[in-house]
């Protein structure tokens, strides 16, 4: 389309043409034939983001996110958004929910506020996390309201805040 003196290209543009491995270029988790979306860093985003496979978020979101693949927000991304898909990796600024159908990583860096859902949550050290975890099969995420339920109204919910700071491994400052 944009190629001058080229007749139009039937094919799609391969991972080798714009610089990605192959495991970038199938979602990361090695299932061939997925495809990764990709918000550039200079992009922004408002409103319903739904992906068909994987996503990379370099750039900001505000809303909903919808991905049947792997989500991944990079150090340099600032999101305010509730998340489902099949796996999340989060490094940089997230606030909202994350229903993650297996697994939740926060890697070093990473910021979340708010509420995790998933099979498996992995906390890096030097990432924070200010929410709830709830471990198990993943549900309907937690609404900010019901944020303050006791722990006796849920037994499997678990509040956490685990950071690079001070107060690492005990309870949340205030």
């Known amino acids: ?6 007749e139009e290209r039937q094919e799609p543009i391969q991972p080798r043409e714009v610089g990605m491995s192959a495991k970038e270029s199938s979602g990361g988790s090695g299932a061939a034939g997925s495809e990764v979306t990709v918000v550039g860093q200079g992009a922004r985003l408002e409103g319903t983001l739904i992906c068909a496979g994987g996503l990379r978020i370099d750039g900001q979101i ?6 049947d693949g792997d989500v991944t927000l990079s150090a340099q991304s600032t999101v305010e958004a509730d998340i489902e898909a099949t796996n999340v990796t989060v490094a940089g600024s997230f606030k909202g929910n994350i229903n993650a159908k297996s697994r939740a990583e926060l890697a070093r860096g990473g910021r979340v506020e708010g509420n995790v859902t998933s099979k498996v949550l992995v906390v890096a050290e030097g990432a924070l996390f200010s929410g709830q975890s709830i471990m198990g099969e993943p549900s309907k995420p937690v609404a900010a309201s019901d944020a303050s339920a006791s722990a006796t109204d849920a037994p499997a919910r678990e509040t956490a805040a685990v950071g690079a700071g001070s ?7 205030r």
């Open 167 to 173: 107060n690492e491994g005990g309870p949340p400052s």
């Open 1 to 6: 389309m944009f190629r001058r003196n080229e």
């Open 62 to 67: 505000k809303g909903k996110i919808n991905a």
